[in-house]
């Protein structure tokens, strides 16, 4: 089971990034994909998800902002991020799991399959 996610990089606020996450080793269509950052010095954060339903839930700070989605075909979930932020700099990880707590959603610790993280940096 792997995740690799893609397109990181660094910015100017105001900008946009797309990251990219491609999935292999698992049935994705069955899986929760989420989108996960680390600030240095914070605390993980849970950015984004999509059900397998396509229904998405967002983090209070990125909505509007950052859009994900997911094409079942390609395995694959994206994360779109416009107007960025100095604020949305970190470590942008995407995780899945079969089936994770709807009203939990938030909680990093129960995404049992891990992306390696691709940075992203948003200069002021």
């Known amino acids: 089971v792997q995740l690799q996610a893609s397109g990181g990089g660094l910015v100017q606020a105001g900008d946009s990034l797309r990251l990219s996450c491609v999935a292999s080793?698992?049935?994705?269509?069955?899986?929760?994909m989420a989108w996960i950052r680390q600030a240095p010095g914070k605390e993980r954060e849970v950015v984004s998800i999509?059900?397998?339903?396509?229904?998405?839930y967002y983090e209070d700070s990125v909505k509007g902002r950052f859009t994900t989605s997911r094409d079942n075909v390609k395995s694959t979930v994206t994360l779109q991020m416009n107007s960025l932020k100095p604020e949305d700099t970190a470590v942008y990880y995407c995780?899945?799991?079969?089936?994770?707590?709807?009203?939990?959603?938030?909680?990093?610790?129960?995404?049992?399959?891990w992306g390696q993280g691709t940075q992203v940096t948003v200069s002021s």
């Open positions: 995780a899945a799991d079969r089936s994770p707590i709807r009203t939990s959603w938030r909680d990093w610790r129960q995404y049992d399959v």
């Open positions: 080793g698992l049935t994705f269509r069955a899986y929760h």
């Open positions: 999509v059900w397998s339903d396509r229904s998405t």
